[in-house]
């Protein structure tokens, strides 16, 4: 078992930034995949970013490249989601979560956050 928790959400004005956080606490033991998604008001859950919790790999979708940074620290037991240059279109719900296999459908994420809320104002 996987507990989640992510924190660093927040009210942000477009071209500004934020830094999520995910405290991953468990059974740490095991190299999962782990990945952020977003989901906005009346819109299906998105991926944003992934990573594997090992190697460092990183894959981001095309609408966050360039502007959003997945990173871990393994001694914290945390992954980071550094978001900037944010629009207003990035507002939504941002989910940590953790998979056996990675990739970038949901379903293959079996751990998953609370979420935490980002809002850009324009």
């Known amino acids: 078992q996987v507990e989640l928790r992510e924190s660093g959400g927040g009210l942000v004005q477009a071209g500004g930034s934020l830094r999520l956080s995910c405290a991953v606490s468990g059974r740490t033991n095991r190299n999962y995949y782990m990945g952020w998604f977003r989901q906005a008001p009346g819109k299906e859950r998105e991926f944003v970013a992934r990573?594997?919790?090992?190697?460092?790999?990183?894959y981001s979708a095309d609408s966050v490249k360039g502007r959003f940074t997945i990173s871990r620290d393994n001694a914290k037991n945390t992954v980071y989601l550094q978001m900037d240059n944010l629009k207003p279109e990035d507002t939504a719900v941002y989910y940590c979560a953790a998979s056996y296999y990675g990739g970038s459908n949901d379903r293959n994420y079996v751990y998953w956050g609370q979420g935490t809320q980002v809002t850009v104002s324009s």
């Open positions: 990573m594997s919790w090992s190697g460092g790999t990183t």
